[in-house]
């Protein structure tokens, strides 16, 4: 006998997945969905749906169980060069102008599979990009793939496909890109598998974009075949994020079932062949040119960045007060109007970046340093971070190195210009800027995290599991709720939750 939900429970459940994963389901698909969380409700040990159902309600889910309610109830059937459309206006198209623009100059290229299910669509990526890129080894190329499924993303970290998954690819694809196993499976080569990040996102409640789960400066963003799971409301919130998290003249690619009227109205539209690309319009800001004070042409790694003291410890240390040199500078008198209308312009440029708008909070803050005799820390601390969601790492580096000629014991700064230091691949001098900034305060639970992160993409998985641990054992101290330091909003119980999936 198939089981059925009370009605108000029904629209309760429906609400309650709404909130927490930012899934929408209609009343069309009440089977359906009573079925998926019937089978739900076994894993967790319950024999009775309604049970479960009321359960869910009453009971806030950590992360991990999020994870394993999710993985009943999306949905993660794809294969590889799905819509094929999408990636021949890749090849042929967009990167073929996007490398020829940025070849000798920023040969760097950032690509996002929001929602990549078992992986066929990231490593579809990467192919794409050998295939576009003959010189790929001399470009900084970051694939960032993320799922609220973690069963779909152990699959994808496997990288072990049947042929069901190449159902709608030529031979070459294959024989070209993969290694078959001795079970008639077929795995993806080493080399592509090494191009590709995993990771746990929920798009319905995390940040993006945000340096810390590096959903910034995107070329280009897939997103095919999640947003109609959303509610309308969620459309529109989810890809307005995406919008800012794509670099001026980037591109998202949604699947052509997707309800296009739904999706933010400030991206431009391509047509190509039928198909719908949606650009990030690259002419509507113009960006101010820095008149009193210019970034350096060349950047060069100060003194403190280099042979820095490694910090090892599992216990954290006892945190320090450490004064702050203010810099001696020949003040001008300012009047009380003129001091507000500095004030009121910063914190303009604060929400502006809070809400992603990072062009213009660019345009605001260059604005304020170009005209303000006191360059204030706070103000090129905030300039810097946001060219550094903007993609452009050597000027944020420039402001960095300047934040530090007056203010050396900014541990916010040094953690930034790890995260910068990580992008143009230079992990070393990124380390160093790690330790350093857990030197100056040993609990910095972020520059923890990031080294935990390095050392694992390093192999280096001992001296990783160390950092998580010294993480963790700072994060137990806090309240969940807590926001960390800059962390873009992550609350200190999202970071265990993410450092316990990473670990596992």
């Not at 198939?2 to 389901?25: I, S």
């Not at 192919?127 to 003959?134: C, D, E, G, N, V």
């Not at 303009?348 to 204030?376: H, P, R, Y």
């Not at 305060?441 to 050392?455: H, M, R």
Request: net charge positive; with cysteine.
């Amino acid at each position: 006998m198939k089981e059925t939900l009370p009605e108000l429970l029904f629209a309760q459940l429906k609400k309650y997945l709404l909130t927490n994963l930012g899934l929408d389901f209609s009343d069309k698909h009440e089977k359906e969905l009573v079925r998926k969380i019937s089978l739900a409700a076994k894993e967790f040990n319950f024999t009775n749906t309604t049970t479960f159902v009321l359960w869910l309600l009453e009971n806030n889910l950590s992360n991990e169980q999020i994870e394993v309610l999710a993985s009943h109830i999306t949905v993660g059937e794809t294969y590889f060069l799905r819509e094929k459309k999408g990636f021949d206006f890749l090849e042929h198209k967009y990167l073929p102008e996007l490398i020829h623009k940025r070849r000798g100059k920023d040969q760097r290229l950032r690509i996002w599979s929001a929602g990549c299910a078992s992986g066929e669509e990231p490593y579809s990526i990467a192919i794409t990009l050998l295939r576009a890129i003959p010189d790929i080894k001399n470009w900084d190329i970051t694939i960032l793939a993320t799922d609220i499924n973690s069963a779909f993303l152990k699959k994808a970290k496997k990288g072990i496909y049947t042929k069901w998954s190449f159902r709608n690819t030529p031979k070459w694809f294959i024989d070209n890109y993969f290694k078959k196993t001795g079970d008639d499976k077929f795995q993806i080569l080493p080399q592509i598998k090494k191009m590709l990040t995993f990771s746990y996102q929920n798009l319905a409640k995390d940040s993006y974009p945000s340096l810390t789960n590096n959903t910034n400066a995107m070329d280009i963003i897939f997103c095919r075949n999640v947003l109609i799971y959303f509610s309308h409301e969620g459309i529109k919130a989810v890809t307005n994020h995406l919008y800012n998290s794509l670099v001026r003249g980037g591109i998202l690619i949604v699947s052509p079932v997707e309800m296009s009227n739904l999706i933010s109205s400030k991206f431009g539209k391509i047509l190509y062949y039928r198909f719908t690309i949606y650009k990030k319009d690259s002419g509507k800001v113009k960006q101010k040119e820095i008149t009193e004070w210019k970034i350096p042409e060349t950047i060069k790694i100060p003194k403190a960045f280099q042979q820095v003291p490694r910090v090892e410890i599992v216990k954290p240390l006892i945190k320090h007060e450490y004064p702050i040199p203010e810099k001696k500078v020949q003040r001008k008198k300012i009047h009380k109007k003129q001091l507000k209308e500095k004030v009121s312009e910063y914190e303009q440029a604060v929400v502006l970046f809070e809400q992603g708008k990072f062009e213009e909070a660019e345009n605001l803050l260059t604005n304020i340093l170009t005209k303000d005799a006191i360059n204030s820390k706070s103000t090129i601390s905030l300039l810097a971070k946001t060219k550094a969601n903007l993609g452009k790492l050597d000027e944020a580096s420039a402001l960095c190195i300047k934040a530090l000629e007056t203010d050396k014991l900014n541990t916010g700064i040094y953690y930034l210009m790890a995260t910068i230091l990580l992008e143009q691949g230079n992990d070393k001098e990124a380390m160093s800027s790690l330790n350093r900034a857990i030197y100056l305060d040993p609990d910095f639970v972020l520059a923890y995290f990031s080294l935990g992160n390095l050392c694992s993409k390093s192999e280096k998985n001992t001296s990783g599991l160390k950092h998580y641990k010294n993480a963790l054992n700072i994060l137990a101290k806090l309240n969940p709720e807590e926001l960390l330091p800059e962390s873009d909003g992550l609350t200190a119980g999202r970071l265990t939750e993410i450092i316990n999936s990473m670990k596992g």
